[in-house]
Structure formats: structure tokens, C-alpha cells
């Protein structure tokens, strides 16, 4: 494989360093072990005043592929710069000196880059927690890349793909990039450089590539970068990559690629908003400084910046209402600015009354989690229309507890969503709840129908056992039996703080479309997630059993790589029934298929998951004689002929859990008073 004509570098680790001399030892080690020997390390000394100058030094004395530039304190993108300005290499890589690289990344990595000729490669990270730190920190999810892996794609392709199905990864760690390319220099002395120039490479490179392999190990610790609070300094990084991104627009002529870059635009504000929120006062002042300076340079350019996000970047700042309306005229709804910014952004998010914050919601793809956040917001329309009903993300939630905490009031009600994600299966989830529970003990906290299910680890399911009932005013709903015991014998509620009740998928009111006329087909839809319990041969053979009856289709009932956003789930929602009723029989191992099926009446052949949430459920709609569980022990092919063949006779229509509304309705109302 040829190398760099030039210097005969093929790659080229660049590492921005300053006072990190407890980790510096394991990243350069993971860079001089690299089984790629062909490489140069760049070691940039960034005014350090620990060890870490003299460590750099020591480096390059027992390696001679180590370069060490020492520099005046800078930040890190003045660091990168040089680095880039050092580099010889024909690929380059970056490597934050508190992370590390898996000793295979570099060979992999550029033998992948030189074989399709490529000028950028994205790769995926591992994340770790290294001692304490903030407790509302979100761990960041680096394993994105899922679809359009090992295929070369244009640069504003990738990136609108990536954007549009929430796959993109800012951090410019996770890519190796062709040096020719790096016709750029990061912005210094400011942090999140990697939003705008993470962009811009996109723009640059006409073959990209994605690979789903973790080579960069991601650490989070008290004190990086990362994890460090200070909104002034983040509001900053994040407006100057939202005023990158309108510079960008410029740049492009494909219309997708700008509207891309606007909704990247308006992303940032969003975050600046956050920020503004999340701020101490003198931080306040810091971030109205810095929105003044750019916003009249968007009131007076060219770009179709939606008004609503122009509203944004001035509601907060501009403090008086007639110097808004004189510079501004075309700005609609200045007049519900005054001077107490602080309460009016509040409550223009948060709303003023008696609250219910229905937390936890999905934005993801699952259309099961779409179908139950459906039905729960019904339910508080229902029997809750006098309280203000207020929709929080998990996306959100997790990134802005700090937020929630300072807007919640005591006497407000937290309910967080249902599903099946209690217990060690999805551990992040259970662990948000516990979050949730910590920080607001004396609020009322209804946990919404959900699945417990908890792995061999006798400590977590203590110390859960000891922060819920710790709780005075929580409410846990269980969807079926076995966690509605498990929750009760392992003594994390006692009796009279549970409740047993339906999924709320299975409370769904809402009108279903039937088709002019079934297709003969046979759906199948089975997992293939840590929640699968059918055996590959159990799964082939049921395969062939449909096969013999007619035409077999795999179907993804709940999964869709797209986001759905909050407007877009009724018709998600219906849209997902409609194609469910159109099959003659759905066979799967999903809690929401079986329950999709049932309420568009296609009869339905279900199987158990590993966390027995199926079998649990199904007790709820056994009455129904086209939805059928099997045990999974056996040939279920007469069964399967007979739901084929089947013609319902009791509709879901006909079943009545409105006692069980009215259940929770009251608890609900004892825990509020």
C-alpha cells in the first residue's frame, strides 16, 4: 500500500495537551503502540504549567516518530492548529490527551481510507466514567452509525443523511482525514470548536465513508472540557457555530444542503437558548453581550431564518421592548417581551398553573413508545384538562435536568413515561428514573405503566430498592404480575404505591383505517436485540412453516431508523395500524406489534421476549381470539393455520380498561393534594 509520496508518513496523530499529566501516560502510550508503526505522534504543549511539558519531552526522547511543539496557553483549537500546520502525515487523526486509541485504530483505519481513496472516515467511540461527575451530565452515545456503513458516499450527501436520521457524531476525534483537504483552521478561544469545523469537512470532502468500530475510548471526568459548566463559554461556542452555519449556506448551491445547514442553525440557538436558561446571573449578562453582537447581522441578512427562531435570539436580551420594536418592526410578537426576561422565558417554556410533566417521551424511532406517549397525553386531556400538560423529551430531560430542576415546582407532578425499560436491559434509562427521583423529593412522581426487569446484581437492585422507597410521593404502574410482585418482594414500593395496570398502548382511543382489501401475506416481525429469547432454529423453522402457507414478509413493526418528532407521532401512529391491518397474520416477538395487531384486528401469532413483557401483557387482551401466545415449546403450525384462516368475532373496540384510567386518575389526585 503506497504512503505519503512526500514524507513517507501515512498517518499522523495530532495530541493538543495541557495539564493532564494523570492521563497523558495511557493516551501516548496508546499512540506509540499502535500496530501501524508507519506513523508520526504530534504532541502540542499548550502552555501547560503541570508535568505535562516535560512528560511531552521525555516522549520524543525514547520515540523519534514524536514531534513536541511547545506553545503559550491558546485552547485547544489554537492547539489543533498547529498540530495541523506540524503534520507530515497523509491522514490525520485526533487524539484528546485524556482519551485513548484501541492499539489496532491507526492500521485499520488508514488501510480502509487508502483502499477507497478517501478524504474523510468515520469512526465510533467507546465512552467511560473516570471518578465523579455531575450527576445531569448525559454520557455521550458514540455507536450511531447503524445504516450506509462501508459505502463511499459525497460529503453533503453523508452529512444530510447523517443529520436526518440522528446518526451524526460532532466530535472531529471519531475521523481520519486526508491532510490535502484540511484547508481550514479551527476557531480559538472558544470551546465546541467541533460543531462548525465538524461541518465544514463535509463541505470539503468528496468521498467519505462510515464504519461502525469504537477505535476512540472516550473519557468523561470532573474538570474536562466536556463536563466543565460554565454556560457564557458554551452559549459562545455554540453561537459561533450557528453564525458558521449561515456562512456555510452561503457556500453551497445544493437546496438540500441549505436547508440542512439553516436546521443546523436554529439547533445551535436552540442550545444558546438553553444555556440562557440554565446560566447564573453575571453568565446572563455575558451571554445577552454576545447574542446582541450577532443578531442584528441575521435581522439584516439574507437568509430564510424562520421568525420563530429570531424570536428566540431576542427574547431574552434585548431588554426593552420599544428599542425591539424600533430596530426590529418586522419581528412579530415583540410586544410580549418586558423586562423580566427571566420569568417571561419560564414561563413561555414552562407555563404558569397547576403543571403535570409528563417526562420521558420518545423522539426515537420506536413506534410502540410513540403509540404509548399517544395515549398518555389523551389520558391527561381526559381527566387532567384543567392542569397545564407539559411534554418533556427524554432527549431533553436527560441533557437539561439542571433546567427542570430550577422550573418544577413542589406542588407540579412529574410522570415519567411508560414502557419496558425499568431494570438492567436498558440500565441508562433506569438509572434517568433514579435521577428523576433524587432530584425532586418532594414533588409527586407517578412512574407511567412500565416492565421491570432486573439481571442477576444484587447491588443495583438494592441500591433501587433504597432510592424509590426512599421516595414519599411516588406512584410505580406495572404493566403485568411479575413486576408488580418483583417491584413489591425486592421492597422498592410497598403495596399501596403500586398500582397494576395496562401498557398504555392498550388505552388507545384513537380511530383506525381500514384497507379496501387485505393482502395475502404473512408478516413477520421478530427481534434481534439483547431482548430476543427465540433460538435461531426455532426462528427458522417458524420461518418455514409461514412459507408453506403464502407469501412471507419481514416487517419491522416498531423500528424506524428516523426520528419522530412530537408533531409527527399521530400520524406515525396511525399510519403504522393501517399497514398492520392490511397482512392476513403477523407473527413477532414485540410487545407493541402484538398490540399494534390487536388494535388494528389482524390476527396475530405472539411469542415471548427475554424479559417476559409479552406473556405478561398478553393477559390484558387473552379474550381476543385472533391475538394468540405460544409457548415457543412446540410446532405451532396448526396454530398458525388457524389464525390464518381466522375471522375476529371480538373486536379491541369492545374491551373496556377505562376502570383502570380512573384508578390512576384518583391515586394521582391523592398524591397532588
Not at 493532564?20 to 496508546?30: A, G, I, P
Request: charged share 30%.
Amino acid at each position: 500500500m503506497a504512503s505519503n509520496k512526500q514524507t513517507g508518513i501515512d498517518v499522523s496523530i495530532i495530541i493538543p495537551v495541557y495539564n493532564v499529566e494523570e492521563y497523558l501516560d495511557e493516551c501516548v502510550q496508546s499512540a506509540m503502540a499502535q500496530s501501524h508503526r508507519n506513523i508520526e505522534i504530534v504532541l502540542v504543549d499548550d502552555g501547560s504549567s503541570d508535568s505535562s511539558g516535560i512528560m511531552c519531552d521525555a516522549y520524543a526522547e525514547k520515540d523519534s516518530r514524536i514531534t513536541v511543539v511547545h506553545k503559550p496557553n491558546g485552547g485547544l483549537g489554537s492547539a489543533r492548529n498547529v498540530g495541523i500546520d506540524t503534520a507530515l502525515g497523509e491522514y490525520i487523526l485526533f487524539l484528546d490527551s485524556d482519551d485513548y486509541l484501541d492499539l489496532n485504530a491507526a492500521e485499520v483505519l488508514y488501510q480502509r481510507a487508502a483502499e477507497n481513496n478517501l478524504d474523510m472516515l468515520l469512526f465510533t467511540a467507546e465512552s467511560f466514567v473516570d471518578g465523579i461527575i455531575p450527576e445531569d451530565l448525559g454520557i455521550g452515545d458514540y455507536r450511531t452509525y447503524k445504516t450506509r456503513l462501508d459505502e463511499v458516499m459525497e460529503g453533503e450527501e453523508c452529512l444530510a443523511y447523517l443529520l436526518q436520521t440522528k446518526e451524526y457524531i460532532v466530535s472531529n476525534c471519531m475521523r481520519m482525514y486526508r491532510r490535502t483537504i484540511m484547508r481550514f483552521r479551527y476557531s480559538e478561544d472558544i470551546i465546541h470548536e467541533d460543531e462548525d469545523i465538524g461541518i465544514y469537512t463535509f463541505l470539503l470532502s468528496k468521498r467519505v465513508m462510515m464504519m461502525d468500530a469504537p477505535f476512540y475510548k472516550r473519557r468523561y471526568r470532573a474538570g474536562s472540557i466536556m463536563t466543565s459548566a460554565n454556560q457564557a463559554a458554551e452559549a459562545a461556542g455554540y453561537m459561533h457555530a450557528a453564525m458558521k452555519m449561515l456562512e456555510y449556506h452561503d457556500m453551497v448551491t445544493s437546496e438540500n444542503t441549505k436547508n440542512v445547514l439553516l436546521g443546523l442553525f436554529e439547533r445551535n440557538i436552540n442550545t444558546v437558548c438553553e444555556k440562557y436558561l440554565s446560566a447564573t446571573p453575571a453568565e446572563m449578562k455575558q451571554i445577552g453581550k454576545l447574542v446582541k453582537k450577532n443578531a442584528g447581522r441575521v435581522i439584516s441578512g439574507k437568509w430564510p431564518v424562520s421568525k420563530k427562531t429570531l424570536l428566540k435570539m431576542f427574547f431574552p436580551w434585548l431588554i426593552e421592548t420599544a428599542d425591539l420594536k424600533k430596530r426590529y418592526p418586522e419581528i412579530e410578537g415583540y410586544a410580549k417581551l418586558d423586562a423580566n426576561l427571566k420569568t417571561n422565558i419560564a414561563r413561555m417554556i414552562f407555563g404558569k398553573g397547576k403543571k403535570i410533566y409528563l417526562i420521558g417521551t420518545p423522539t426515537h424511532g420506536n413506534y410502540g413508545d410513540h403509540l404509548i406517549a399517544m395515549s398518555e397525553n389523551a389520558f391527561f386531556k381526559k381527566y387532567f384538562h384543567s392542569w397545564k400538560e407539559l411534554e418533556i423529551t427524554m432527549t431533553f430531560a436527560v441533557k437539561n435536568l439542571r433546567i427542570l430542576r430550577r422550573h418544577i415546582m413542589p406542588h407540579d407532578i412529574i410522570c415519567i413515561s411508560g414502557g419496558g425499560w425499568l431494570g438492567t436491559k436498558w440500565r441508562r434509562n433506569e438509572d434517568f428514573v433514579r435521577r428523576i427521583i433524587v432530584s425532586f423529593p418532594d414533588n409527586p412522581i407517578v412512574i407511567l405503566p412500565q416492565t421491570a426487569y432486573y439481571e442477576e446484581d444484587e447491588a443495583y437492585v438494592r441500591e433501587g430498592a433504597r432510592i424509590y422507597s426512599s421516595h414519599k410521593k411516588l406512584l410505580v404502574c406495572l404493566r403485568e404480575q411479575e413486576s408488580y410482585r418483583f417491584m413489591i418482594k425486592n421492597g422498592f414500593v410497598e403495596k399501596e404505591k403500586a398500582l397494576l395496570m395496562p401498557d398504555f398502548g392498550l388505552l388507545y382511543h384513537g380511530d383506525v383505517e381500514k384497507p379496501s382489501a387485505k393482502r395475502d401475506v404473512i408478516k413477520v416481525c421478530l427481534r434481534q436485540d439483547i431482548e430476543k429469547a427465540m433460538s435461531d432454529n426455532y426462528e427458522r423453522a417458524l420461518r418455514e412453516n409461514a412459507g408453506g402457507l403464502t407469501e412471507t414478509e419481514d416487517y419491522e413493526t416498531n423500528i424506524t431508523p428516523l426520528e419522530i418528532g412530537t408533531k409527527q407521532r399521530e400520524q406515525a401512529v396511525k399510519d403504522k395500524i393501517r399497514e398492520i391491518s392490511e397482512g392476513r397474520l403477523l407473527i413477532t416477538d414485540r410487545l407493541h406489534g402484538m398490540i399494534f395487531a390487536a388494535i388494528a384486528g389482524t390476527p396475530c401469532l405472539a411469542y415471548d421476549n427475554g424479559t417476559h413483557k409479552v406473556s405478561g401483557v398478553y393477559n390484558w387482551i387473552r379474550e381476543l381470539d385472533y391475538i394468540r401466545l405460544s409457548d415457543g415449546s412446540s410446532d405451532d403450525t396448526e396454530l398458525m393455520e388457524t389464525l390464518y384462516e381466522c375471522n375476529t368475532t371480538t373486536l379491541f373496540g369492545n374491551l373496556d380498561f377505562s376502570k383502570y384510567e380512573r384508578k390512576l386518575r384518583d391515586r394521582i389526585l391523592m398524591l397532588s393534594r
